[in-house]
């Protein structure tokens, strides 16, 4: 992961030298003039959902025709970037997941501005928070349409819970667990209990604190404050105060979905879309879930927008794409088929929101749980270099479970390495 931060940190850093030239700005061609055939080129990451209704845009739009290419997360940022930077090759349409787009705000010049298309007219149909974060600082430019969000929530295996003695009603889950603190101090009364871990690693513990308010890495006129950022600093000790009730095993790999499926730990902290990896890494375990809300506070993990880089040759009708893909009604039904969760609130009190049922997780109302959730998440301004500070404060925290150093040293450590990479 590390390697990988780098490996990004540095394409960014060529990409915001590489200056591009005045064709960038390409605009239309005069097929959309003559009303001939249209092909719009689009770049995409797997899982986004939107393959059918893009086919049904074309189907309700003859004369448009869409080209979608699809790389590995990773990879498709680091095409998109090089892109750029090059000043050709880039698509019409370009997914960013959230995480990167602070760093592209500061090359806005590289993607046509939404609001010269008309963008200001559907700005109240999104979240408030996520239309920020898709706008600069002061709102001049708009880079994107938000797509889905991932507003968090808290699965919990009922049956160890009810062992352990804890509550099991969601609603009192809620309540009783409703901060750290309560939720470390549960976590240790499951473990005496059932010799089992309360989730399965601090590192995300500290991200799912992390998301939980305004203040993070940098304040909003851009200044570092990691070293006296009050939320960082909670997140960090509670995330090393539960170092005894977590799992140890990291999200994502084979150990994860072992310890998942065998029931090792307890609870999982995610967003909607990642209702699917618990199913499908431990499909045994149908039934003995439940959701409740985060301890601490909502917060948010992923959704990314749809951007139009300066080199397409089809804004317009792009745009009028990309509005019609990520409305209210389009992305109701991808949440229907796909579990993304929508970024246009007016549908929340939808019925085939609110009364979503998922019997793997004992629920009739999942979307009641992640609108509500979806509805308390803070804007925060993430920084230009957020994505590499994450990886930092994350490795830091390996390095305490896995003994390798002490809490106060990993912090020391991990602050030096923020100002190595990120300080300029």
């Given at each position: 992961m590390k390697r990988f931060a780098l490996?990004?940190?540095?394409?960014l850093l060529i990409f915001g030298l590489v200056a591009c030239s005045s064709s960038d700005k390409a605009?239309?061609?005069?097929?959309?003039?003559?009303?001939?055939q249209?092909?719009?080129?689009?770049?995409?990451?797997?899982?986004?959902?939107?393959?059918?209704y893009i086919k049904e845009y074309e189907e309700l739009n003859p004369n448009i025709k869409i080209k979608v290419q699809e790389a590995e997360y990773s990879d498709h940022h680091q095409n998109l970037l090089t892109?750029?930077?090059?000043?050709?090759?880039?698509?019409?349409?370009a997914g960013v997941e959230s995480g990167?787009?602070?760093?592209?705000?500061?090359?806005?010049?590289?993607?046509?501005?939404?609001?010269?298309?008309?963008?200001?007219?559907?700005k109240d149909e999104y979240l408030e928070w996520r239309w920020r974060e898709a706008s600069t600082n002061d709102g001049s430019v708009v880079l994107g349409i938000p797509t889905d969000v991932g507003p968090m929530a808290m699965a919990y295996r009922v049956d160890i819970f009810?062992?352990?003695?804890?509550?099991?009603?969601?609603?009192?889950?809620?309540?009783?667990?409703?901060?750290?603190?309560?939720?470390?101090?549960?976590?240790?009364?499951?473990?005496?209990?059932?010799?089992?871990?309360?989730?399965?690693?601090?590192?995300?513990?500290?991200?799912?604190?992390?998301?939980q308010g305004e203040k993070q890495y940098y304040d909003d006129d851009g200044t570092l404050i990691i070293e006296n950022s009050e939320l960082i600093k909670n997140a960090w000790d509670y995330s090393v105060e539960a170092?005894?009730?977590?799992?140890?095993?990291?999200?994502?790999?084979?150990?994860?979905?072992?310890?998942l499926a065998a029931g090792d730990f307890a609870t999982v902290f995610l967003p909607p879309w990642m209702l699917q990896n618990i199913k499908s890494d431990a499909p045994d375990t149908a039934g003995l879930w439940n959701i409740a809300l985060m301890p601490g506070g909502s917060g948010n993990w992923g959704g990314s927008l749809l951007t139009l880089p300066a080199q397409g040759k089809h804004p317009q009708e792009a745009y009028e794409?990309?509005?019609?893909?990520?409305?209210?009604?389009?992305?109701?039904?991808i949440f229907q088929k796909s579990g993304n969760f929508p970024s246009t609130p007016s549908i929340y009190e939808e019925p085939d929101v609110q009364n979503l049922a998922d019997d793997f997780f004992n629920r009739d109302d999942l979307g009641a749980i992640f609108s509500e959730a979806a509805e308390k998440v803070k804007y925060v301004y993430r920084g230009p270099d957020t994505g590499t500070i994450n990886t930092i404060m994350g490795d830091a925290l390996i390095t305490i479970a896995d003994g390798q150093e002490q809490a106060d040293d990993a912090w020391d450590k991990a602050m030096e390495e923020v100002k190595r990479q990120v300080e300029r």
């Open positions: 490996m990004i940190s540095f394409m605009g239309s061609d005069d097929s959309s003039k003559s009303g001939g249209i092909e719009l080129t689009m770049w995409l990451w797997p899982g986004m959902g939107m393959d059918d892109t750029l930077g090059a000043g050709s090759g880039a698509p019409d349409i990167y787009i602070e760093k592209f705000k500061e090359n806005s010049k590289h993607f046509f501005n939404l609001l010269d298309y008309g963008a200001a007219d559907i009810e062992e352990a003695g804890l509550p099991t009603d969601p609603d009192e889950v809620s309540a009783q667990l409703s901060s750290w603190e309560d939720y470390i101090e549960a976590g240790r009364k499951l473990k005496a209990a059932t010799g089992k871990n309360m989730f399965n690693h601090v590192a995300d513990l500290y991200a799912a604190a992390r998301e170092m005894d009730i977590h799992n140890n095993t990291e999200r994502g790999t084979t150990e994860w979905s072992a310890s794409f990309i509005k019609w893909l990520m409305s209210a009604e389009t992305q109701l039904k």
